[in-house]
C-alpha cells in the first residue's frame, strides 16, 4: 500500500493529528458501545431459536434481532478498523492512499451496509404485515400467515442486490482516490451513501407509520376479542419503529441533508453510530416488557440453567442431597501463606526479575519517596475493607491490598537499585491488580443501577412486579447477576485488545488503566461509575418519593425500609465514587496543563480511599436500617439456632 505524508495534504499536521486523537477515542468508544449491543442480541436470538411456536410464528423478529446482531457487531468493527488506522496516522505521520475498491474489501463496511439496509426493510414488512392482518385478516389468515418465509427471503434479496450493484460501481473506479479511513461516501459513492440514508429515514419512518395506523384502527374500531388479539403484537411493533425513527431515522435525516446542501451536520454523525448500536440492541427489552409469552420462555430458560422445575422451585430430592451434603460440612477455610504469595507475585513484577531497566532520575526518586507511604496507607485501608466485605460475602474490593503490596514492593526496588523498569501497554494489562481493579470499578454501579431500576418497576409496576420478579426471585438474581458478569467480562475482554493492538507502546512504569487501556477506557470507567451510581440513585429517589407521598404505600412498610437503604447505598456512592469521577473525567480533558495534572492528583489518591470505604460501609448501612439483618447479626453473635421468636408469632397471627 502507497503512503502520503500528512504534511503534504494538510496546513497545519500538528493541528490535524490532535483531531485524530480525539477520534481515536471516539472509535473505541464505538468498540465497547457495539460490543456490549452485540452480546444483548445473543440472549435474543437463543430464546428465539430455542422455542419452537417462535421460530414459527416471530420469524420477522427472529431476522430483524440478525439484523441487528450484524449491525453492532459492525459498528465494534469499524471502531477497531478507524482507531487502528488512526493510532498508525498519528505514529507515523502518514497517511495511506486508498481507492474505492480498497475500502469495499473491509469487512466492517460489508456488515455495515448489510446491517444498515437489512433492519429498516424488515421494519417495513413488519408494518405491511400488520396492515394486512389488521385491515385484511380473511387473506391474511389464509395466505400470507403460512408464507411468511417469502418476506425474510425478500428482504435478503433486497440487501445483496443493493451491495452487489455497490460493488459494481466501486470495481469501475479504482484510480479514483478517497479519503484513507473510507466509509459508505468513500466506498461506494455520494449517491450511494444518499440511497443508504434514504433506506433508513424512509424505512423506519414507513415502518413506524404503517404500525401506528393499524394500532389506531385495532383500538378504535375492532371489537374486545380481536383487540387482544391483534394488540399484543401490535405494541412491541410499534415501540420497536418508534425507537428506531427516533434513533436511526432522525439522525440520518439529518445526515441526508448534510449531504445535499453542505456539510452541516459533523456532530449529529458521530453520536448517529452510538444511537444505531443502541437500538439495536434495545429490542431484547421491548419483548421482555410488552411480550408476556417471551418473559416465560426467558424464565423457563433460567429454570432449566438453575436446575428447577416448572414451578421455580428446587425438587424434593435435590433440596434432600444439598441439605445432607451440608450438614456435615463447615465454612470455606481460607488460608494464606506468605511464601505461597511471593512465588505467585515474583514472576508478575518487573522489580524481582530486574530485565528492562533503564537508569533512575531525581524525580523518580523523590516520587517513589512520596508514594511509599500512601500505598501503605492503602494496605491498612484495603486489609480493613477486606474483612469488612468478607461477612458480607462482597469480595469485588479485596484487589486493594494486593496492588499497594505489589506497589510498595515495586518502588522500594526502585529506591534500591536505582533502576526503572520499563514497560509496554501489554505488560501492564496483563497485571492481576490491574484486571481485578477493572472488574471491581465496573460491577458495582451496574449492581446498584438494577437495584434502582428493581425498586422503580415495584413502585410504580407492582402487578407487573410481584407477577414477573417476585414469582421467581432466584432466576431474577441470576438474570442481573447474569448481565453485571457479562458487562464487565465485554469490558475487560475489549480493553485486552486495545492493549494487545497497542502492545509496543511504552508507558509509565507503575501502570494504571490509562496506561494499560488507553485515555479513551480510562473515560469509559469514569463514565460508568459516574452514570452507574448517579441513575442508581435517581431510580430510588423517585421511588422513594413516590412511597413517601402515597397513603396506600405506606402502609407496606417493608416496601419502605428497603427502599431506604437502597436509597443511602446510592447516595453514599454517589458521593463517594460519582463525584470524585465526575471532577476527574473533567480534568482529563486538560491533562496537559500543570495546573489541572495537580488537581487531578490531588483528587484521585483520595479517590481511592473513598472508593474504598463505599465498598465497606454497606454492612453498616445494613445493621443500621435493616431490622431483619440486625436481628441475624446478633443471633450469630450469641450462637443462637433457633429463629426469632417475634417472626413466629408475627406469621401465626396473620394465619389466624
Keep these: 500500500m502507497l503512503y502520503k505524508p500528512v504534511s503534504a495534504v494538510e496546513k497545519d499536521p500538528e493541528a490535524y493529528l490532535d483531531d485524530l486523537r480525539g477520534e481515536v477515542a471516539i472509535n473505541q468508544s464505538l468498540i465497547y458501545v457495539g460490543a456490549i449491543c452485540a452480546s444483548i442480541n445473543l440472549p435474543l436470538l437463543f430464546v428465539f431459536l430455542t422455542y419452537r411456536p417462535f421460530r414459527g410464528r416471530f420469524q420477522l423478529l427472529i431476522t430483524l434481532a440478525f439484523a441487528d446482531f450484524i449491525n ?15 493510532i498508525d496516522v498519528i505514529a507515523t505521520s502518514l497517511m495511506p492512499i486508498k481507492s474505492p475498491f480498497d475500502c469495499v474489501g473491509e469487512l466492517w463496511l460489508m456488515l455495515r451496509e448489510v446491517g444498515g439496509l437489512w433492519a429498516p426493510m424488515i421494519q417495513v414488512i413488519m408494518g405491511l404485515e400488520r396492515i394486512l392482518a389488521v385491515f385484511k385478516p380473511a387473506w391474511y389468515n389464509r395466505t400470507y400467515s403460512t408464507r411468511s418465509v417469502a418476506s425474510v427471503l425478500f428482504s435478503i434479496f433486497f440487501v445483496l442486490s443493493s451491495i452487489s450493484s455497490s460493488v459494481i460501481v466501486a470495481s469501475t473506479l479504482r484510480e479514483t482516490k478517497v479519503k484513507y479511513y473510507c466509509g459508505r461516501k468513500a466506498a461506494f459513492t455520494a449517491n450511494y451513501g444518499t440511497y443508504v440514508y434514504l433506506v433508513n429515514v ?13 394500532y389506531c384502527k385495532v383500538r ?48 449529529v454523525s458521530k453520536a448517529a453510530n452510538w444511537a ?67 512465588i505467585f507475585i515474583s514472576p508478575i513484577i518487573p522489580s524481582l526479575q530486574m530485565e528492562k531497566l533503564t537508569n533512575v532520575t531525581a524525580a523518580i526518586v523523590n516520587e517513589a519517596y512520596e508514594l511509599i507511604p500512601y500505598n501503605i496507607v492503602n494496605v491498612i485501608l484495603g486489609a480493613i475493607c477486606s474483612a469488612i466485605n468478607i461477612s458480607l460475602i462482597l469480595i469485588f474490593v479485596t484487589f486493594k491490598p494486593f496492588r499497594t503490596k505489589y506497589q510498595i514492593l515495586l518502588y522500594n526496588s ?12 501489554w505488560e501492564c494489562a496483563v497485571e492481576p491488580w490491574l484486571v481485578l481493579k ?99 440513585l435517581f431510580f430510588n429517589c423517585i421511588a422513594y418519593f413516590r412511597v413517601a407521598c402515597c397513603s396506600k404505600l405506606q402502609e407496606n412498610g417493608r416496601i419502605l425500609n428497603r427502599i431506604q437503604y437502597y436509597l443511602v447505598i446510592s447516595f453514599l456512592s454517589t458521593i463517594f465514587v460519582s463525584i470524585p469521577n465526575l471532577i476527574s473525567c473533567l480534568i482529563l480533558s486538560h491533562v496537559s496543563d500543570v495546573f489541572f495534572k495537580k488537581v487531578n492528583d490531588f483528587i484521585s489518591k483520595p479517590a481511592v480511599w473513598a472508593t474504598c470505604i463505599n465498598s465497606s460501609i454497606n454492612f453498616f448501612v445494613y445493621f443500621a ?32
Excluded: H
Design 72 to 86: 453492532c457487531l459492525s459498528i465494534m468493527a469499524q471502531g477497531l478498523q478507524r482507531s487502528s488506522i488512526f
Design 202 to 214: 424512509c424505512g423506519y419512518a414507513i415502518g413506524f407509520l404503517l404500525n401506528l395506523i393499524s
Design 220 to 267: 378504535t374500531f375492532m371489537s374486545r376479542t380481536e383487540k387482544n388479539k391483534n394488540l399484543a403484537r401490535l405494541r412491541y411493533y410499534l415501540v420497536i419503529s418508534g425507537m428506531s425513527t427516533i434513533l436511526v431515522s432522525i439522525p440520518n435525516f439529518i445526515n441526508l441533508a448534510s449531504v445535499i446542501f453542505a456539510r452541516i451536520a459533523d456532530d
Design 276 to 342: 444505531t448500536a443502541i437500538n439495536s440492541g434495545m429490542n431484547f427489552f421491548v419483548y421482555l416488557a410488552l411480550n408476556e409469552e417471551f418473559r416465560n420462555r426467558c424464565k423457563q430458560i433460567g429454570n432449566a440453567l438453575m436446575g428447577l422445575d416448572a414451578t421455580g422451585k428446587t425438587s424434593m430430592i435435590e433440596a434432600r442431597t444439598v441439605m445432607g451434603s451440608s450438614q456435615g460440612t463447615k465454612g470455606p477455610v481460607i488460608t494464606v501463606k506468605k511464601k505461597a504469595w511471593n
Design 414 to 425: 526502585i529506591l534500591e537499585t536505582s533502576l526503572v523498569p520499563i514497560k509496554s501497554q
Design 438 to 536: 477493572g472488574a471491581g470499578d465496573l460491577c458495582p454501579p451496574i449492581v446498584q443501577l438494577f437495584m434502582g431500576i428493581e425498586k422503580f418497576i415495584a413502585v410504580f409496576m407492582p402487578f407487573f412486579y410481584k407477577k414477573t420478579y417476585r414469582s421467581n426471585s432466584m432466576v431474577r438474581s441470576i438474570w442481573t447477576i447474569g448481565m453485571s458478569l457479562i458487562f464487565v467480562l465485554v469490558s475487560l475482554l475489549l480493553g485486552f485488545v486495545i492493549s494487545w493492538m497497542n502492545k509496543d507502546v511504552k508507558q509509565r512504569y507503575k501502570c494504571g488503566r490509562g496506561a494499560a487501556f488507553s485515555v479513551s477506557y480510562a473515560s469509559f470507567i469514569y463514565i460508568t461509575n459516574i452514570f452507574g451510581y448517579a441513575v442508581g
Design 625 to 656: 436500617i435493616n431490622r431483619e439483618f440486625r436481628t441475624r447479626c446478633i443471633e450469630l453473635v450469641v450462637c443462637s439456632r433457633q429463629p426469632s421468636m417475634s417472626i413466629f408469632t408475627e406469621t401465626t397471627s396473620r394465619r389466624q
